[in-house]
């Protein structure tokens, strides 16, 4: 069965400081990988992919992520955090070529907390 | 280019009424997903839909809810008789290409329905 780990509930790191989100996937064929960044009140925006080709994924805001199949994760980075970037995020992946293609797996979400 | 519109924003309800959530998808998509999500928890898929024709419903509970995506107007997710544990924010997201391909689902703002 396909499922999301995002085993921090939330991060907290101060701004400027380097940041990692973690995300871990299982899936029975090929990942493809994403995130989405959700704040308050609002929908999900969507920040990058992974698809295929170079391991390191850059997306939206700076963010950018590194795919690591040995290691089945998708981290997302960014070398100095904002304020701004507080929010809840969130991995997600969809199994390409299953009979559940169709749909996108969430992970349970990470809030990220920058402090000034 | 508008994004994926979703009306209402909020919407209360009392028990064992009908509630019903529209979405325009973004100008040029033809495919769009039902996601649920409960309060401090990630987006639960629930359906798939093309204009009309339901793809993927495997995330849809059996009873009162339904989907429609017609050929004209925005797609409908109907609940039937609501209970509380339908208080939700349920998200639409819609993409152009549909769910065999690595297409990106772009999200709309939510409707956060609230049941008395």
């Known amino acids: 069965a396909q499922s999301v780990a995002q085993p921090e509930d939330q991060v907290n790191v101060a701004e400027g400081n380097p940041l990692t989100v973690k995300c871990t996937y299982s899936v029975s064929g090929n990942p493809y990988l994403f995130w989405y960044v959700q704040y308050p009140n609002r929908g999900l925006q969507f920040l990058l992919k992974?698809?295929?080709?170079?391991?390191l994924v850059k997306g939206s805001y700076g963010f950018e992520a590194e795919f690591n199949k040995s290691q089945t994760s998708f981290h997302l980075k960014k070398p100095s955090a904002l304020v701004s970037d507080s929010a809840l995020y969130f991995c997600a992946v969809r199994d390409i070529g299953s009979s559940s293609a169709s749909k996108i797996i969430f992970g349970s979400g990470t809030r990220l907390s920058i402090r000034p | 280019n508008a994004g994926v519109m979703q009306n209402p924003r909020h919407l209360v309800r009392r028990r064992g009424q009908e509630a019903r959530l529209r979405c325009s998808p973004m100008?040029?998509?033809?495919?769009v997903y039902w996601y649920r999500q409960l309060p401090e928890e990630g987006l639960k898929f629930m359906v798939y839909?093309?204009?009309?024709?339901?793809?993927?419903e495997s995330g849809m509970p059996k009873e009162r809810f339904s989907a429609e995506f017609p050929k004209e107007g925005p797609s409908i997710l109907r609940i039937q008789q609501v209970v509380r544990g339908d208080s939700a924010a349920y998200f639409c997201a819609s993409s152009s290409q549909g769910a065999l391909v690595a297409d990106t689902q772009y999200f709309g703002p939510g409707t956060r329905l609230t049941v008395l």
């Open positions: 100008k040029g998509h033809s495919h």
């Open positions: 839909l093309q204009k009309e024709n339901i793809i993927d």
């Open positions: 992974y698809i295929t080709g170079d391991n």
